[in-house]
């Protein structure tokens, strides 16, 4: 008889339905916790992107750039550290460079399997102003 219980497949998509949606709901989980990363990354590229374009276009770095960190911070929420090449009047057609860094943490559930990274985005302009 128990042989016959055991052999019964009776009840089996049930189980196998269950587990589905339990993992179903795992990656949804998982996909909900990574996913915002993607989005500051993105939002960092940017950040680096529009800080080297405001040095190209005052042909230095110093209060511009300040200003424009500023109001991508306040755009964004982040408060990325963020390190210049060089300072000061940059001449006509000379490189500089500009690296942002930024810790976050993926805390997949409640602290188990959380662990910090560092996003970072580097971008590269050319001044275009001359200066006499």
């Known amino acids: 008889?128990?042989?016959k219980?055991?052999?019964d497949k009776?009840?089996?998509?049930?189980?196998?339905?269950?587990?589905?949606?339990?993992?179903?709901?795992?990656?949804?989980?998982l996909a909900v916790?990574?996913?915002p990363v993607y989005i500051q990354k993105q939002q960092i590229d940017t950040f680096a992107v529009e800080l080297v374009r405001e040095a190209e276009l005052a042909g230095c770095v110093g209060s511009e750039t300040s200003r424009r960190e500023?109001?991508?911070?306040?755009k964004t929420g982040l408060q990325p550290s963020v390190t210049w090449s060089r300072s000061g009047r940059i001449q006509l057609n000379e490189e500089v460079t500009v690296t942002v860094t930024y810790q976050t943490n993926i805390g997949l559930f409640a602290g188990f399997g959380s662990?910090?990274?560092t996003l970072r985005s580097d971008a590269a302009g050319k001044s275009e102003v001359y200066w006499k």
């Open 70 to 74: 500023q109001a991508l911070r306040d």
């Open 1 to 3: 008889m128990l042989k």
């Open 33 to 35: 916790k990574v996913f």
């Open 10 to 29: 009776r009840g089996e998509g049930y189980i196998d339905i269950a587990v589905l949606v339990l993992c179903a709901m795992l990656v949804i989980a």
């Open 5 to 7: 219980i055991l052999k």
């Open 115 to 117: 662990f910090p990274i």
